[in-house]
């Protein structure tokens, strides 16, 4: 029970690190304005708030027409493991 319990605690660390990692490479992305930063990282990477369909269609608009690379939850994984993190 112990092993399971320190298990789980270790995952639930791993997430947080890898949120942690996702929202900083978001918000020092270039190219986007800061609302729209703060909009994906609010919406869609914690959840907090409905979508806006008008919004998310102009967001994702925006990255493709100024071919911005968006971070990924892999990469964010990577990273946390190159740090001694995971």
Same mark, same amino acid.
Do not use: C
């Given at each position: ?16 690190? =890898? %949120?942690?990692? *996702? ?6 992305? #270039? +190219?986007?304005?800061?609302?729209? $930063?703060?909009? &994906? =990282? %609010?919406?869609? *990477? ?6 806006? #369909? +008008?919004?998310?269609?102009?967001? $994702?608009?925006? &990255? =493709? ?22």
């Amino acid at each position: 029970m112990i092993v399971t319990i320190e298990e789980n605690q270790s995952k639930f660390a791993r997430l947080i690190l =890898i %949120e942690i990692w *996702l929202y900083d490479a978001l918000y020092h992305l #270039q +190219g986007l304005r800061f609302d729209d $930063i703060m909009y &994906i =990282i %609010e919406v869609y *990477l914690r959840g907090r708030g409905e979508p806006s #369909q +008008g919004k998310t269609y102009r967001i $994702i608009g925006v &990255i =493709i027409k100024k071919g911005i690379q968006l971070p990924t939850v892999e990469q964010a994984k990577v990273a946390v493991n190159e740090n001694g993190r995971g």
